[in-house]
């Protein structure tokens, strides 16, 4: 019987599994062994090269400033986005006229795709839009944003969150929900303030929504391609030629694509490194 029950489920499971054999664990295990080859024009064809691929990328100026652009990129933005969705999170579960407004408001830029954002905010950074129509309102003055080396950063980071906050806010909405309301109505008898009750109260009871935020949020920005692509193309002066841009790059204007898978794997083994790395604080904060 337990058998039968056994099959069935793997019934029911194999078009899932099939789907991740093809489209995830396939093409990840060929990106490996693809990059440890290179293509050789005097052999007519593709040869082993060992490390060579790595090491070549390990020495070029040009992608050790990317990596460095991805980790001044994901130190930023993440603490800022997880922070303001906490914070929202918390506004929008309170019992307050127009909440759930500013709620819709503020979930609505998830049904725009970060591609069509991207275009919208292209026209906000332009020198005659709408960002520096709003500073000449205020008296000051324009400001170059995505064509500034020091801009170009905090620019994408606010595009960024404005198309992300909104989503990691559902999780932690639903993590405080679970709240035991009995939990918080005892806090406010014993007269705590708002904020002593969201950092003594919510914040410790939703740790694992908040942890999930955590890592997957990263995961998410250190996969960023699309807005850059966009309204960047990796400059000005490389500052915002994120890792997974520059993996494009090689792999379809430079045309390497051994040297770009290599890069994949290298981008895979810092985003585990660093999502490692946030479990180990975790777990260890328990």
């Known amino acids: 019987m337990k058998q039968r029950q056994?099959?069935?489920?793997?019934?029911?499971?194999?078009?899932?599994?099939?789907?991740?054999?093809?489209?995830?664990?396939?093409?990840?295990?060929?990106?490996?062994?693809?990059?440890?080859?290179?293509?050789?024009?005097?052999?007519?064809?593709?040869?082993?090269?060992?490390?060579?691929?790595?090491?070549?990328?390990?020495?070029?100026k040009d992608f050790r400033q990317?990596?460095?652009?991805?980790?001044?990129?994901?130190?930023?933005?993440n603490p800022i986005q997880v922070v303001v969705s906490f914070l929202l999170a918390v506004l929008f579960t309170q019992k307050a006229a127009g909440s759930k407004l500013?709620?819709?408001?503020?979930?609505l830029p998830i049904a725009t795709p970060p591609a069509v954002s991207a275009v919208i905010w292209s026209v906000i950074y332009r020198p005659d839009g709408l960002a520096n129509g709003v500073l000449e309102r205020l008296g000051l003055p324009a400001q170059p944003f995505l064509t500034s080396s020091g801009q170009v950063l905090p620019s994408l980071i606010l595009l960024l969150s404005?198309?992300?906050?909104?989503?990691?806010?559902?999780?932690?909405?639903?993590?405080?929900?679970?709240?035991?309301?009995?939990?918080?109505?005892?806090?406010?008898?014993d007269g705590a303030s708002a904020w002593r009750r969201m950092v003594s109260v919510i914040l410790p009871l939703v740790r694992r929504p908040l942890a999930f935020v955590l890592v997957a949020d990263t995961v998410s920005n250190l996969l960023v391609f699309a807005p850059v692509q966009i309204l960047t193309k990796g400059g000005p002066n490389g500052n915002s030629n994120l890792l997974?841009?520059?993996?494009?790059?090689?792999?379809?204007?430079?045309?390497?694509?051994?040297?770009?898978?290599?890069?994949?794997?290298?981008l895979v083994a810092l985003t585990l490194a660093i999502v490692a790395g946030q479990f180990r604080l975790l777990r260890g904060d328990e």
Do not use: K
């Open 244 to 266: 997974m841009y520059d993996v494009y790059t090689r792999a379809y204007a430079i045309g390497d694509i051994h040297v770009a898978q290599a890069e994949v794997v290298i």
């Open 6 to 60: 056994g099959l069935i489920a793997l019934a029911f499971l194999a078009p899932a599994l099939v789907c991740l054999a093809v489209l995830r664990i396939v093409p990840a295990i060929s990106a490996v062994v693809e990059s440890f080859y290179t293509e050789s024009l005097l052999r007519g064809g593709r040869v082993f090269a060992g490390l060579g691929n790595y090491t070549d990328l390990l020495s070029n």
């Open 162 to 189: 404005w198309i992300g906050v909104g989503y990691w806010m559902l999780f932690l909405i639903a993590g405080i929900q679970e709240v035991p309301v009995e939990v918080r109505e005892a806090a406010l008898l």
């Open 102 to 107: 500013w709620r819709t408001l503020v979930i």
């Open 66 to 77: 990317s990596v460095g652009v991805t980790l001044l990129f994901t130190v930023l933005v």
